[in-house]
């Protein structure tokens, strides 16, 4: 399917591909990893053709086609069910083909072609696709330009997914979805069947929904069969090998040089030192890897902890410019709690998080706050705050007025920059970096509670590790958002539930809540319950739906009478044609075929008969 051979790419100096070359068979889900910053993108712009190597070549199985999701969010007032429909450019043409052909030779093949993509069912597979990404079917009909780019990039991986070309890349595909989003994604690309190559750092999506490795690093690609966890292992036992075998080789090379270092000089013994140089010439060379650490991540821990509960609410309310997210809140939580907040973004995740950290008073009922609490919030829209022009040093020198620069220095360095890093623009650092410095930032006094709501993004996989280590090392609470969902199972002890407009402990564990998300096209809800999943817009958003279904419902009816229309006419111009006296006489198999394609037809007209009478008697309901 893709083929890469002896590629080779460089930006100025940096070389980040030499020689690579690699072959990714049909039907395989790769997931393509390295650390951050070895070209996993670029290799992503090189097979697209966007740019091009110095030396090698990428090609394609002969009429492949690629898709992706785009790289800005679509905008518009195109619905989302419009805009998905429209990724399938050949349905979209063939559907304005059978509208305006004459020949009737030519609408039988259309209308075949039609059948054999399963046209008719396109609609329904779109908002599938859009329903598991979080938009239900009142969401599905309204139009692009009312959603935040974060929800209008979903709608392009939507787009993307529909499509489904013989080769689907995908960048980070998590990073604008919920926990319910990756769950419902992972399931999706498990039983794709094309040929996907995913660059995530989301060890679930890369375990669950991939059987190969393909692993950047320095400049090489090498392909893995079998999931993460498989690749993980075997290469571990590898570098192992290669370790103990470069250490065999090592010990050799000495031996030879002391004979030829001790004899060379020795008339007697000056063939055995010239074989010997030989030898040490045709020594294998042996590369071993040492992976560069990943700096540690520092969450000092509160000196002393604070009498429980650190926070405890009865029947509170919270929400923004009089109108209620959420209410009934009776919670508490003490000062080792380790909560994971469960729920579909819209849902309000973010305002329980504000509430508790103080940011946002509640609107009615009681909140409790332990006297001196202190408490950490990360939020990665944090780092639009951050002084571009400033660098981490003069970002902690802010928070220690007076202090002497080499204290300040070293706790920079506690943040992950140390040296000459302390002193890099923030508008030159990676998003990793920037959440490096976010993390010291929000922990810098050591708080009680610490909040974090998405907290890996940009983050790699030993970033993350890391990242639960110091989660794990600290002493005080922490509430966590997030879509990893091995950070909330290596992390979390207890998870609460957003929905229904109120947040309650959900009974079971993540493989529960996996079980309720997949279940359904709704999302679980407190109560066990499920309740439909709409994602924030702008005033349509917060419309009531039950106009809104009804418009969705109407329109869908009369799309289906106009399908319904549409094959009833193209059957009466294959019955006219047929019925042209000796038409066929020279080419009996012309009408054999356009006969074979009026069943087709036929076929497709029952079944848009019965969806128009279900969506009737929906609407009549």
């Known amino acids: 399917m893709l083929s890469i051979d002896g590629l080779t790419y460089r930006i100025g100096p940096r070389l980040l591909l030499e020689d690579a070359t690699v072959f990714v068979p049909a039907g395989a889900r790769v997931g393509l990893v390295g650390r951050n910053g070895v070209g996993k993108s670029t290799l992503f712009r090189l097979i697209r053709g966007e740019i091009v190597g110095e030396s090698g070549e990428v090609s394609f199985a002969r009429g492949a086609r690629l898709g992706g999701v785009e790289q800005e969010a679509p905008g518009g007032p195109t619905t989302l069910i419009d805009f998905t429909l429209a990724a399938d450019r050949e349905r979209a043409a063939l559907l304005e083909e059978a509208e305006t052909a004459r020949d009737p030779a030519r609408i039988a093949e259309v209308h075949a072609r039609l059948l054999d993509i399963d046209a008719h069912s396109a609609p329904a597979r779109a908002a599938r696709i859009l329903a598991g990404l979080g938009f239900d079917e009142a969401a599905q009909a309204r139009p692009l330009s009312s959603y935040s780019g974060g929800w209008r990039m979903r709608v392009a991986l939507a787009a993307a997914l529909f499509a489904a070309p ?350 309720l998300v997949l279940s359904g096209d709704a999302a679980p809800s407190a109560r066990g319950g499920r309740r439909r999943k709409t994602p924030p817009a702008a005033a349509a958003a917060n419309a009531d739906e039950t106009p809104a279904r009804s418009v969705a419902l109407r329109k869908a009816i009369a799309e289906a009478e106009g399908r319904m229309a549409r094959l009833n006419g193209l059957i009466g111009r294959v019955d006219a044609a047929l019925a042209v006296p000796g038409a066929f006489a020279r080419d009996p198999r012309k009408a054999a075929e356009l006969a074979r394609n009026r069943e087709e037809l036929e076929r497709a007209l029952r079944g848009a008969e019965e969806a128009w009478l279900d969506l009737s008697a929906k609407a009549d309901a």
Request: proline share 5%.
């Open 166 to 515: 013989d080769l689907l890349l995908l960048d980070e595909p998590t990073n604008y979805l919920d926990l319910e989003g990756a769950l419902w994604l992972v399931e999706h690309l498990a039983s794709y069947r094309a040929t996907v190559v995913v660059i995530s750092h989301d060890r679930d999506v890369l375990d669950a929904a991939c059987d190969s490795i393909l692993h950047l690093d320095r400049g090489k690609l090498t392909f893995w069969s079998g999931n993460y966890s498989d690749f993980e292992e075997r290469r571990r036992q590898k570098l192992a090998l290669d370790a103990k075998r470069a250490k065999e080789v090592e010990a050799k090379r000495k031996h030879l040089q002391a004979f030829v270092d001790r004899f060379r000089a020795k008339a007697s013994k000056a063939a055995q030192a010239q074989s010997r140089i030989k030898m040490l010439a045709k020594l294998e060379q042996v590369a071993t890897v040492a992976d560069n650490d990943v700096a540690p991540f520092d969450f000092p821990s509160p000196e002393r902890p604070l009498s429980p509960p650190i926070i405890s609410l009865d029947g509170a309310s919270a929400g923004y410019d009089g109108r209620t997210v959420l209410s009934g809140l009776s919670l508490s939580l003490a000062e080792d709690d380790r909560v994971a907040l469960l729920g579909a973004n819209g849902n309000g995740k973010s305002t329980f998080a504000k509430l508790i950290a103080g940011r946002l008073a509640p609107q009615a009922g009681r909140m409790v706050r332990a006297p001196k609490l202190r408490v950490g919030f990360f939020a990665q829209h944090q780092a639009d705050d951050l002084d571009s022009d400033g660098t981490p040093l003069t970002h902690v020198a802010r928070l220690m007025p007076g202090a002497p620069t080499a204290k300040v220095r070293a706790k920079v360095a506690q943040f992950g920059f140390p040296g000459e890093r302390a002193q890099t623009r923030v508008a030159e650092l990676s998003g990793g970096e920037k959440a490096r410095l976010l993390f010291g930032l929000a922990t810098y006094d050591a708080p009680h509670l610490l909040i974090l709501d998405e907290p890996t993004n940009h983050l790699d996989m030993d970033s993350r590790d890391a990242l639960a280590d110091a989660i794990n090392a600290y002493e005080g609470a922490v509430v966590l958002i997030a879509h990893d969902r091995r950070l909330l199972e290596s992390c979390a002890d207890r998870l609460w539930l957003v929905a229904d407009g109120t947040v309650k402990p959900f009974d079971g564990d993540m493989d529960d809540y996996r079980r």
